[in-house]
């Protein structure tokens, strides 16, 4: 792990010396230098903070910081590297194309997802405020906050439930043999087909079914036909399972950044020992090879196809965690001039090396199990936590050196990774709250938080549970995050303006952004993301249990799910204007529109320095060629003291 860590500080001394050269290590590409900027003056060198990591005193309150920047490094890595890449991107892309899926997936990644995630950051760096209180940047569209807070907290709920069935893996994975190498008679029924047998008439083929299968879906699971009659009761150790790893998201959070900041090490650092350790073992056997051509192997005929370009959109949300919060929420903790650029290149290179690192293991694992079975590889390859919970360990049980290890080491990874995501979610969640509440003591908050989440989770620990999960998560994590990503960007770039947006970031990390930035946030990502969501809707299919679609009231259920957080929109909105002085409820909107007394920096010198830089560099909220957007812009946009 060591080394691991002076790999990523060496990254990041390379990515200061390639870019413009100063002591913040910003980098010049997309960028204006200073000396070339047109117009506008330079931040007062009085504005710079302090190098090193104190607290930063806001206006009336104390917000802490990292205790130094590799920690909020680490900790958005721990953040973005989770469960996605591992069992997520590999089949993903096998099943978009294989190698000719990291074409569109780059492009997706560099154009949008980066991007984004630069945006986040500045936003939550610059104001010191999370998810939701950053829109005192203009209060009209405040409900985009709470609708990505509500689903963060759909995701959370039930990404702690699958780290639940982790964590009730890795106890198992302690036994000799490995419970679920063998047809045990206590979970078995007549269709199982123990190892010993011949398999490749059995259990993949026919009617018959291996013992990993029958173990997840009848012992772990307990899993039922369908929900039609209702989902079940909680079994009880997937319930004890899901109460310890909210204890451990708990002891992670409740101190902030001083706690979470010293587990990110661990997070995001261990689970490279462990695939890296896998990947060695995995290379090294029998049918690696052919496992790791067929999931490198380009089929260029899919690169034309609608369906991959939005499989590599939503794979880059769900990896990089961009429009859930925890990004604003991290960089909220940061110090005033910490060089935002250069960590998104880091982080955007580390989550694609890893999914990259981890579909190459995995697939060097499932060419093994292909190679024992005498199957195609297409036989042993499952989606989503089929290939977690039962091709991985299926062919780990096959291994004849030490099994128990390498099943203690990937579960163990896995419940890392589970938990470096799940309580950065979580945090944001909690961030939410206590900026809304200051005066509540944060631990006590995330008690609160642990416990609820605890009783939901419980939904997802029953009989009928992954269903309620796919349910959840399509509508959840998949609907309601494009949509508020397209209003996000738009909000920002439109409503408070991308000039402004620009002269907030050159105050901050002292560069000037370059005419490429306007065009990505200000049409190119959100005209995109409208697109590839108009197509996900022309697409749209219900959801099916197996070869029947679920029942309509579950169907149902999930569009409630999206217009709960959809409907914060209209419903902060008229609350903001309500707020507002005015003769009409014309210019009420107006003044909804402009940002609040609270948006800015949060330390009281860098605040009026703030104040005084955009006096000398009014600028006014969007493009003076928009005409139909003019009559809300008359006036340049300065802030009022």
Not at 281 to 308: C, H, N, S
Not at 572 to 596: D, H, L, M, S, Y
């Amino acid at each position: 792990m060591r080394v691991l860590l002076n790999s990523v500080n060496s990254v990041a001394s390379t990515l200061n010396l390639l870019g413009s050269g100063d002591a913040n290590g910003h980098i010049n590409e997309g960028f204006v230098p200073d000396g070339e900027a047109k117009g506008g003056k330079q931040p007062s060198k009085e504005a710079n903070a302090s190098s090193s990591y104190k607290l930063d005193v806001e206006i009336g309150e104390e917000r802490a910081t990292w205790g130094n920047p590799v920690e909020f490094l680490m900790s958005c890595i721990s953040m973005s590297v989770g469960l996605g890449n591992i069992w997520r991107f590999p089949f993903t892309a096998y099943e978009n194309g294989g190698g000719a899926f990291l074409i569109p997936y780059l492009v997706v990644l560099y154009f949008i997802g980066k991007p984004l995630y630069f945006l986040e950051m500045a936003m939550g760096q610059f104001s010191s405020y999370g998810s939701v209180k950053i829109w005192e940047v203009a209060p009209i569209v405040k409900g985009i906050g709470y609708g990505q807070a509500f689903a963060t907290w759909c995701v959370v709920t039930y990404y702690t439930s699958l780290m639940a069935l982790v964590s009730f893996y890795f106890i198992a994975s302690f036994q000799d043999p490995l419970p679920w190498a063998y047809c045990d008679p206590a979970w078995a029924d007549e269709k199982c087909a123990d190892s010993s047998m011949n398999l490749t008439n059995s259990s993949m083929f026919g009617k018959s079914e291996s013992p990993t299968d029958q173990y997840f879906r009848r012992n772990v699971l307990q899993q039922i036909e369908n929900i039609d009659d209702g989902i079940g009761a909680p079994e009880w150790r997937l319930t004890l399972c899901l109460f310890f790893s909210w204890i451990v998201i708990f002891l992670i959070l409740a101190k902030g950044v001083s706690s979470s900041g010293k587990a990110a090490y661990f997070t995001a650092l261990f689970p490279y020992f462990v695939l890296i350790t896998l990947l060695v073992r995995g290379v090294t056997l029998p049918g690696a090879y052919e496992g790791i051509m067929f999931y490198i192997t380009p089929q260029w005929d899919k690169i034309l196809e609608a369906k991959v370009w939005y499989a590599a959109v939503t794979q880059c949300f769900f990896s990089l965690s961009v429009s859930f919060g925890p990004i604003v929420m991290f960089s909220s903790y940061n110090n005033f001039k910490q060089p935002i650029y250069r960590d998104s290149l880091i982080i955007s290179f580390m989550d694609t090396g890893t999914s990259l690192l981890a579909g190459v293991t995995i697939f060097a694992i499932l060419g093994h199990l292909a190679h024992e079975l005498d199957v195609d590889i297409t036989k042993v390859v499952k989606g989503g936590t089929g290939l977690a919970f039962i091709s991985y360990p299926e062919a780990i049980a096959k291994m004849a050196f030490v099994p128990q290890l390498f099943a203690v080491l990937f579960f163990l990874m896995l419940f890392t990774l589970g938990v470096g995501s799940a309580s950065s979610l979580t945090g944001c969640v909690i961030t939410v709250i206590n900026d809304d509440f200051p005066q509540w003591k944060r631990w006590k908050i995330t008690a609160v938080v642990a416990v609820i989440g605890f009783c939901c989770g419980l939904v997802y620990v029953t009989p009928g549970g992954q269903y309620i999960l796919d349910l959840v998560d399509y509508f959840g994590g998949g609907f309601i995050i494009f949509i508020m990503a397209i209003l996000e960007t738009f909000a920002i770039s439109w409503i408070y303006g991308y000039k402004n947006l620009i002269r907030d970031i050159h105050f901050m990390i002292g560069t000037k952004l370059s005419f490429y930035w306007v065009v990505e946030w200000g049409f190119f990502i959100p005209v995109t993301l409208l697109a590839i969501f108009v197509y996900s809707l022309f697409k749209y299919e219900p959801l099916k249990i197996g070869d029947s679609y679920m029942p309509t009231s579950a169907t149902t259920a999930g569009w409630i799910l999206t217009l709960i957080a959809v409907s914060q929109i209209p419903i902060w909105a008229f609350i903001a204007v309500r707020k507002q002085t005015g003769k009409t409820i014309f210019e009420k909107i107006r003044n909804a529109c402009k940002p609040t007394k609270e948006w800015g920096p949060k330390n009281p010198n860098t605040h009026q320095e703030w104040l005084k830089y955009c006096k000398e560099n009014e600028t006014e909220v969007s493009n003076k060629s928009w005409k139909f957007y003019k009559r809300w812009t008359q006036k340049p946009y300065v802030i009022n003291e």
